[in-house]
């Protein structure tokens, strides 16, 4: 499971990071389990998958929105090369704030990223994202025609670009995966893991990270 999480200047901190550690425990329990199956020694090749921050441009750190100053792992890589993500996710930050230097709402007017998440969706790459996240999906023209959601501030603007908007917490429409806001990102991240490694693992990552989860998913199949 190589997950990627797109930064740029004012993303929200929670919006990504809340994401990054859950699939960073779940990698490491994924590859205890493996190791307690075979009785190998652990080393960082054993995990299954990787999870990095990456950027659209070659860089050191990007800014979030509350001010933290976050390290870069590498670069977004071409859709269709051997470096490409399994599942890309990105992050909301400050799209109702209208912020023109450094939110979610700047690089909609810049056009780069939602032209990143087109040629990935394109390339048939899953793509998520948490909290206004999605109205970059939607200026990429991702989320026309298709069940989504996004931070309360922002339904009505999600409606209108195109998607159906469907009200829960968390919202799975097959190869587009949406979240409301801020920590539903969290959901979202326990519930791809429960799809990958197990329930056992998702309750181990919510247990030690002392989340409660909530299961308010809406399926592909319709159902909540």
């Known amino acids: 499971m190589n997950v990627d999480i797109l930064l740029y200047d ?9 994401p990054y550690e859950v699939f960073d425990y779940a990698l490491g329990y994924a590859a205890e389990e493996s190791i307690g199956e075979s009785g190998d020694d652990a080393t960082a090749a054993e995990r299954p998958g990787r999870v990095r921050y990456v950027t659209l441009d070659e860089r050191e750190r990007v800014t979030a929105s509350h001010g933290t100053r976050v390290g870069v792992d590498g670069v977004l890589p ?38 990143a998440l087109g040629e990935y969706h394109a390339a048939g790459v899953r793509t998520a994202a948490v909290c206004t996240g999605a109205m970059l999906l939607a200026e990429a023209g991702v989320t026309d025609g298709r069940r989504a959601v996004t931070h309360a501030s922002a339904i009505d603007e999600l409606r209108e670009s195109g998607a159906t908007v469907v009200d829960a917490r968390v919202v799975d429409d097959g190869d587009l995966l949406t979240a409301g806001g801020v920590t539903s990102g969290i959901d979202l991240a326990l519930y791809l893991v ?29 159902s909540v």
């Open 78 to 115: 071409d859709p269709d090369g051997d470096e490409a993500p399994d599942l890309l996710v990105v992050p909301g930050g400050g799209w109702t704030a209208r912020d023109e230097d450094a939110s979610a709402w700047a690089e909609a007017r810049k056009g780069d990223v939602p032209r």
């Open 194 to 222: 429960e799809q990958e490694f197990g329930e056992e693992i998702a309750d181990r990552v919510a247990t030690v990270i002392e989340y409660e989860r909530r299961y308010e998913v809406a399926g592909d199949d319709g």
């Open 10 to 18: 004012g993303f929200d901190e929670l919006d990504g990071i809340g």
